[in-house]
């Protein structure tokens, strides 16, 4: 979890940025017509090649200029196989509607276990003067490739019990959640995610929780290690292998169980050691646990910013994350450099993606 703690202190330094604006509908909505054009364009200019060197000027500046003049141009190609389609273009609104932002998704690309995959791509727009139009940046959650390989790898593996890959897939693929899925994932749970909202609101110690699997591996900055008992496998899936197994597998399988209980027994008097510092007790802990991983939370953080805001991790990599964030008295940010995507939920909750 420490590279949860590493993007939680990124974005409290970030988020006070004078160029963070607000997201809203555009004034005018020929600006929301022009951009979501320029990113179509964009797009098939980009499609199985390098945007030409004659074209960077008449669509990029700042970051992405620069990326297509000098930097990995390979990376920001866009695939000839995948549909692109530009879903929303909003004004991120400050003293006028400077910086604009177009949400594109890409289908057709599949996740082994997981069946058709969703990207979302987010275009960042910076107005160059008082009527044009240039992208700044372009966003995806990084580490998508990686958990396409490896639930590749677990659905051909034997390694693991048939019973047990689901499971893994699930908890390896939230990663690959798309912001209609994160935004579904909270519409059905709302009273749920309000109900974990209160446990970070009673004005006590608790401050920060991370989870990795049905274990708590963060309480507020201590990590509690786990090792190999952080996964919990089933006791019908170990009882199935059990059942076929031959005496030297069963033999080495019931040694390993024990090392695991001994690894279990020593995380919970890790993590039952430093609640006491607290003063939190432990049940309330393990109920927190077992919401986050309901919802499919990995990650929360009191310590924000604004006045009475919580962060809800879902998943990510270093510092490029995606959840929730619940800011009843002011609104998040939307900047190349820090939130590049928010989403209104209603009642104070955004969906959020950083970087």
């Known amino acids: 979890m420490r590279f949860f703690l590493f993007c939680t202190l990124l974005l409290l330094t970030l988020a006070t940025a004078t160029k963070a604006q607000r997201p809203a509908p555009f004034r005018n909505v020929m600006d929301s017509i022009i951009i979501s054009g320029m990113a179509e364009r964009y797009i098939e200019l980009s499609r199985g090649q390098w945007m030409n060197y004659d074209s960077i000027d008449a669509y990029a500046t700042d970051e992405l200029a620069n990326q297509l003049t000098n930097g990995d141009r390979g990376a920001l190609m866009f695939s000839k196989s995948l ?18 932002v177009v949400t594109v998704v ?28 240039r992208i700044g940046a372009v966003r995806r959650q990084v580490g998508t490739e990686q958990v396409q390989k490896r639930l590749s790898t677990l659905a051909a593996t034997t ?22 899925q994160v935004r579904e994932n909270f519409q059905q749970h709302r009273e749920r995610f309000n109900q974990l909202l209160a446990q970070f609101q009673r004005g006590d110690s608790l401050l920060m929780v991370g989870r990795s699997s049905d274990k708590m591996s963060q309480l507020n900055y201590h990590s509690i290690l786990w090792d190999a008992a952080t996964e919990e496998t089933p006791k019908e899936v170990v009882d199935e292998y059990l059942a076929t197994a031959t005496p030297a597998q069963r ?4 040694t390993q169980l024990r090392y695991v209980e001994r690894l279990r027994k020593a995380g919970r008097d890790t993590l039952t050691k430093i609640a006491r510092t607290y003063r939190l007790p432990v049940p309330r802990l393990d109920s927190i646990t077992a919401t986050m991983k309901e919802l499919r939370v990995k990650f929360i953080n009191a310590k924000l910013p604004w006045s009475n805001a919580v962060q809800f991790t879902v998943d990510g990599q270093f ?16 900047s190349p450099e820090e939130y590049y995507y928010l989403e209104d939920l209603g009642g104070g909750w955004w969906l959020f993606r950083s970087t």
């Open 159 to 180: 390694d693991f019990p048939e019973k047990l890959k689901p499971i893994m897939a699930r908890e390896w693929g939230t990663l690959l959640l798309n912001n209609q």
């Open 83 to 100: 549909n692109y389609a530009v879903q929303r273009a909003f004004s991120a609104h400050g003293n006028g509607d400077s910086l604009g």
């Open 319 to 334: 510092d490029n994350v995606f959840g929730y964030i619940y800011c009843p008295n002011d609104s998040p940010f939307i």
């Open 106 to 133: 890409a289908t057709g690309d599949t996740a082994a276990m997981l069946g058709p995959l969703t990207i979302d791509f987010v275009f960042l727009f910076r107005k160059v003067d008082s009527a044009t139009w």
């Open 251 to 254: 033999k080495q399988m019931q």
